[in-house]
């Protein structure tokens, strides 16, 4: 709880001190309050204790766990923007005081113990993101960007809701443990509840972005500045699917067999959609785009897996590996700043700047899942769980993961070819290098750890 006090104050602080137009200084506040968030948590993990206390949220070890990776990306992404940030002195504040109040939107969804504050947590996670998003104020694809994420998470909000209002229609409550408790009891498994939870569902596979509830999420990806698609795909993704398994394992476990079946399939769809639809991309974040959806289809077999021990656990390394690697991925592509987004842009990126294209190559082969990188370990955790109870799904999940390989290693064949004579090297900021090594370290050194 004081994490998250920590972070809303630090983004109010923010933006009272942007008006003496010194971005360092806001930077300054913003690193020192993620940085009192974490050790919070830390100590919290260490001691449980509290002192202060809302029955509606709960910092129990999922929540820190998961926690401590959303402020540990939030504080990366917002070294990696500084650089954009300050190029306009008068909105620096804004920018990065939108982030934080996102990031403690994303807290609450870790934390949430019944309806009320997993609504809440969801909307303040999203509408700071519906304004970045659209904060390129010069680009009508940031603009378009913008409306589309906000109306397709205005749309997927409202199917949330009326999914909420059968669900309490058909239990009487909106605590999660009330819930569980009443959806044991077979008098309670009417079509209201039915209904309810097929909602309910249908609004976290929006969030999400699994197919076929994914077709914002190339449009957004592609027209978000570079810095808030990071966040999106890092942040956003972890908050959301920490509250997905938390919610359908604790609340609706059950009655797994009414909703398993459909994640199966979806999950089948989604890297199937994800990975063919990438093979025909031209442009770096589009690419990235249906690269993260196909990645969603892996992390819903987390949700899929019966043995609710381990799966939160599997799912949180997975997701772990995913943010480092799409974070470094960004920075990529903010050291090219290449307007067009091109992928023939990137042609003898590792040349003109070795380290960078190093941390690339890794984390392309981190995502395509190559061993011993974390990314493997993540895939390797959550497919050996569940291949007992769905040995199908792994097999389609592992020929899925060989397709992803081909155009994995296609960016990495244009980053190695030669470049042309006289073109300059690249050259990165030292707030670039800084998260970047942090990423190659999240990258190498996580897998080895996970082994271990």
């Known amino acids: 709880m004081e994490a998250l006090i920590v972070i809303f104050a630090t983004g109010l602080i923010s933006m009272f001190i942007a008006l003496a137009k010194k971005p360092v200084l806001v930077l300054s506040v913003a690193v020192v309050g993620i940085l009192t968030a974490i050790s919070s948590l830390v100590y919290q993990m260490n001691y449980p204790y509290t002192w202060l206390k809302y029955e509606g949220l709960e910092f129990s070890g999922f929540a820190n766990l998961y926690g401590l990776v959303a402020l540990s990306f939030g504080l990366m992404i917002i070294l990696v923007g500084y650089a954009k940030f300050k190029e306009e002195v008068e909105h620096t504040g804004e920018y990065i005081s939108l982030l934080l109040f996102s990031l403690s939107g994303a807290l609450c969804m870790l934390a949430f113990t019944d309806l009320f504050m997993f609504f809440i947590g969801l909307e303040i996670l999203s509408i700071p993101i519906y304004v970045m998003a659209g904060s390129k104020k010069k680009d009508l694809r940031s603009t378009e960007a913008s409306l589309k994420y906000f109306f397709t998470g205005a749309f997927a909000t409202g199917v949330l809701l009326f999914g909420v209002a059968w669900l309490y229609g058909a239990v009487g409550t909106f605590k999660l443990d009330e819930i569980a408790a009443a959806v044991q009891d077979p008098s309670t498994h009417s079509p209201l509840l039915y209904v309810g939870v097929l909602m309910i569902l249908a609004s976290f596979l929006f969030k999400i972005g699994a197919a076929p509830f994914h077709f914002w999420s190339p449009d957004v990806y592609e027209g978000s500045p570079n810095v808030v698609t990071s966040f999106m795909a890092a942040i956003v993704k972890l908050a959301a699917?920490?509250?997905?398994?938390?919610?359908?394992?604790?609340?609706?476990?059950?009655?797994?067999?009414?909703?398993?079946?459909?994640?199966?399939?979806?999950?089948?769809?989604?890297?199937?959609?994800?990975?063919?639809?990438?093979?025909?991309?031209?442009?770096?974040?589009?690419?990235?785009?249906?690269?993260?959806?196909?990645?969603?289809?892996?992390?819903?077999?987390?949700?899929?897996?019966?043995?609710?021990?381990?799966?939160?656990?599997?799912?949180?390394?997975?997701?772990?590996?995913?943010?480092?690697?799409?974070?470094?991925?960004?920075?990529?592509?903010?050291?090219?700043?290449?307007?067009?987004?091109?992928?023939?842009?990137?042609?003898?990126?590792?040349?003109?700047?070795?380290?960078?294209?190093?941390?690339?190559?890794?984390?392309?082969?981190?995502?395509?899942?190559?061993?011993?990188?974390?990314?493997?370990?993540?895939?390797?955790?959550?497919?050996?769980?569940?291949?007992?109870?769905?040995?199908?799904?792994?097999?389609?999940?592992?020929?899925?993961?060989?397709?992803?390989?081909?155009?994995?290693?296609?960016?990495?064949?244009?980053?190695?070819?030669?470049?042309?004579?006289?073109?300059?090297?690249?050259?990165?900021?030292?707030?670039?290098?800084?998260?970047?090594?942090?990423?190659?370290?999240?990258?190498?050194?996580?897998?080895?750890?996970?082994?271990?």
Not at 404 to 426: H, M, N, Q, T
Request: charge should be neutral.
């Open 241 to 452: 699917f920490a509250a997905f398994i938390k919610l359908f394992t604790l609340a609706f476990g059950s009655i797994r067999d009414f909703w398993v079946p459909i994640l199966v399939g979806l999950s089948i769809l989604t890297m199937f959609v994800g990975n063919l639809t990438a093979l025909r991309q031209i442009t770096f974040k589009r690419l990235i785009a249906y690269s993260s959806i196909t990645h969603v289809g892996y992390a819903l077999m987390a949700v899929i897996d019966k043995n609710t021990l381990f799966s939160p656990m599997n799912l949180w390394v997975y997701l772990l590996a995913y943010g480092f690697s799409i974070i470094a991925l960004i920075i990529v592509s903010l050291i090219l700043d290449d307007e067009e987004d091109l992928l023939v842009s990137y042609k003898g990126f590792a040349r003109r700047n070795p380290f960078a294209g190093f941390v690339m190559i890794i984390a392309l082969l981190s995502l395509a899942g190559v061993p011993p990188l974390s990314g493997f370990f993540g895939k390797y955790l959550i497919f050996s769980s569940v291949i007992t109870e769905q040995p199908v799904l792994v097999i389609i999940a592992l020929v899925n993961s060989g397709i992803a390989i081909y155009y994995y290693l296609k960016l990495i064949r244009i980053s190695l070819e030669p470049v042309e004579e006289g073109a300059p090297a690249l050259k990165v900021n030292p707030l670039h290098l800084l998260v970047l090594g942090i990423c190659t370290l999240g990258i190498l050194a996580g897998g080895i750890v996970t082994w271990l």
